[in-house]
Every structure is written in structure tokens, then in C-alpha cells.
């Protein structure tokens, strides 16, 4: 499983780019993700295909480390949650700067985070990365951190709502997962209420409640 998540698992991200290549799964989760990715950026260079990756931060936690337990490897799961953050950022940072030198290749920044979006956009704004090139791509699910998505496709980024179908004794414990792991989400659903009521309170200072888009 370890190798599933932190190896690029080709074809298999659910998001496919306009250009023909390897679409793959970045989990930044275990250890060796940087090593990983730098490993598979130099693969894309020297085979000649296009590089493309979903970035996510990664699930099923809880499994890879009992699974270690289990079968007695050690642990590939970095050690904290910062640990974590720190290497998504490590990861993003470099396949960012590869976008710079190689405009066939594209990157979804798949999460939550205000803070690894906000990461994302500074650092395309140094790299002079610009949305409509339509390298960078933002992922979230449906009905979460819509505080999130919504500004960055007003502003022009694209933006992909990932929409969790099926049947519910699947969709729901799929999504209690996804809460779970999400603390971006607990937060993002607080941030959202504060935002929203700050939007009622500013419509009814001026007097104009129903919004009429031009
Ligand atoms: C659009 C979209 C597509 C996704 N597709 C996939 C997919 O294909 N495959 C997949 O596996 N996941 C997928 N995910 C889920 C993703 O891997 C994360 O679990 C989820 O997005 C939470 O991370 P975050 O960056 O949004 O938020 P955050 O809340 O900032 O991060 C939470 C994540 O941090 C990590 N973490 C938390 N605590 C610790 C700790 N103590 N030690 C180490 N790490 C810790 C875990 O990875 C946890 O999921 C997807 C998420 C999105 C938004």
C-alpha cells in the first residue's frame, strides 16, 4: 500500500490533462515522497512523456501504519502532521519550478489547506505562472471549502469540484472518512459560516439582501 500511495500511480489520479502522458498520484504522507517525485520528474525528462500529478496530502493513514505493524517494516508515514506539511510543500515547490522550464506539464494542487493554496499562488506568482496557462489546477470535493473554490475560479484558476457518487452505504462512509481526515474541512466549514454571516450583515447594512448578478 505504502508503495501504492507514495509511487506515481500512473493513470490512476481520476484527473486527466489535455495533454497525452502520465497522470499520476502524489501522497506526500510517506517519507520518501520527495524522493519520489524528483525521481519521476527525471524519468518524464529522459523518456521524453509528459509529467502531470495530482498532489495530495494522503489518506488511509491509520492503515499504511498498521499495516507496517503487521508486517514489520518500518513506518513510511512521516512522523507529525507539520512533517507532513513540510513535505507537500517541498514537493509542490519543486514540481512548481519544473512547470516553469516545462510548459507541457501541468500539476492539481489536490486540498484544503488555505495555507498550501495560498503557498501555490505566491509561489506561481514568482515563478510567473499564469492561470491561463492552465498548468495549475486546484481540486476540492464537492460542498467542502467551497470558500476555496469558488474565488479561485472567479479569479480564473481552474478549479475541479470532485463530485462523490454511488450508493450511500458507500458515498457515506467514504465521506465520514474524508471529514475525519480533513482538519481543513472543520475548519473550512467554520470559516465558511463566519463568511457567510458576514455577507448577511454587509447586505443589510446596505440595504440590498438579494444579490442580482449583472
Ligand atoms: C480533490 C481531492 C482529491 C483527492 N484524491 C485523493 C486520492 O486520489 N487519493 C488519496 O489517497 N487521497 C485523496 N484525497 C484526500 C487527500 O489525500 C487528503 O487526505 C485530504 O485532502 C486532506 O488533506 P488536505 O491537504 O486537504 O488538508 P489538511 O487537513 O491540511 O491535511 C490533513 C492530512 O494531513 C496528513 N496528516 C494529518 N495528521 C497527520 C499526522 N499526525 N502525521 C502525518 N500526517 C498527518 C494526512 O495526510 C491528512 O489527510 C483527495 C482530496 C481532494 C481534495
Known amino acids: 500500500m505504502a508503495a501504492g500511495t507514495s509511487t506515481w500511480a500512473s493513470g490512476d489520479t481520476g484527473w486527466r490533462g489535455p495533454h497525452p502522458g502520465r ?47 503487521e508486517i514489520g517494516y518500518e513506518d513510511p508515514i512521516n512522523p507529525t502532521y507539520e512533517a507532513t506539511n513540510a513535505m507537500y510543500h517541498r514537493c509542490l515547490n519543486y514540481v512548481l519550478e519544473e512547470l516553469k522550464h516545462n510548459t507541457k506539464a501541468k500539476v492539481m494542487v489536490a486540498s484544503h489547506n488555505e495555507d498550501t493554496v495560498r503557498f501555490t499562488l505566491r509561489r506561481m506568482e514568482e515563478l510567473g505562472l499564469y492561470p491561463a496557462d ?25 478549479v475541479y469540484k470532485y ?8 458515498v457515506l462512509p467514504y465521506l465520514s472518512r474524508r471529514a475525519l481526515e480533513n482538519s481543513g474541512v472543520v475548519k473550512g466549514a467554520w470559516r465558511e459560516r463566519q463568511l457567510l454571516w458576514q455577507e448577511l450583515k454587509r447586505r443589510l447594512r446596505t440595504g440590498r439582501l438579494c444579490h442580482r448578478p449583472a
Open 23 to 69: 497522470h499520476q498520484l502524489l501522497a506526500p504522507v510517506p517519507q520518501d515522497a520527495y524522493d519520489n517525485v524528483t525521481l519521476d520528474v527525471e524519468l518524464a525528462r529522459r523518456e521524453g512523456w509528459c509529467f502531470g500529478a495530482k498532489l495530495v496530502r494522503g489518506a488511509y493513514m491509520a492503515q499504511e501504519r498498521t499495516r507496517a505493524a
Open 134 to 158: 492552465r498548468q495549475v489546477y486546484f481540486g476540492q470535493l464537492l460542498g467542502m471549502c467551497d470558500q476555496i473554490s469558488f474565488p479561485l475560479g472567479q479569479a480564473g484558476f481552474p
Open 163 to 170: 463530485v462523490p457518487y454511488g450508493p450511500v452505504m458507500e
